[in-house]
């Protein structure tokens, strides 16, 4: 029987072996540093924000109907509040105003969430939508004024 060769025999082993670690850099490594490292940084500035596209007649069409309902909807709640307002004593002539008020500020308040949710891009501006919810804030706000009276 043949014994089986070691690593003190002075034979190679073909087997697996493990590479020897290096402590020299590589030569494919740049060995110094670029030109351009130390340098100042510029920066560009980057694209622009994407146009505002245009509304499909669709979209409006479909905000058109949803804005009708929603008024609808706000003229029983605005006739509500009016008999809420008699039944509290307050001058018919003071709860038909508060009743108007009440109508009018939920209408400019959802005029501009409905056309913030069909075209944001277009109309979630300061220009659009800053006039709609403040004066349906200053509505909502003399509603409950007035209606103390």
């Known amino acids: 029987m043949q014994a089986s060769p070691t690593p003190s025999s002075g034979q190679a082993d073909p087997g697996f072996k493990l590479p020897e670690e290096k402590n020299a850099p590589d030569a494919a490594l740049p060995q110094t540093t670029p030109h351009t490292a130390g340098g100042p940084v510029e920066v560009v500035p980057g694209p622009l ?3 505002a596209t ?3 007649d669709r979209d409006l069409a479909i905000g058109a109907g949803v804005f009708l309902v929603l008024l609808v909807v706000y003229f029983f709640v605005r006739n509500a509040y009016v008999h809420h307002m008699v039944v509290r004593r307050v001058s018919p002539s003071s709860a ?3 009743g108007w008020l009440l109508f009018v500020g939920l209408a400019f308040l959802s005029a501009a969430a409905v056309l913030a949710i069909i ?3 277009r109309y979630l501006t300061w220009a659009v939508t ?3 919810v403040a004066v349906g804030l200053v509505t909502l706000v003399a509603a409950l004024f007035v209606g103390r009276r």
């Open 49 to 51: 924000p994407p146009a």
């Open 54 to 56: 245009d509304t499909s």
């Open 96 to 98: 038909g105003s508060a």
């Open 119 to 121: 075209n944001a891009s």
């Open 130 to 132: 800053g006039p709609l």
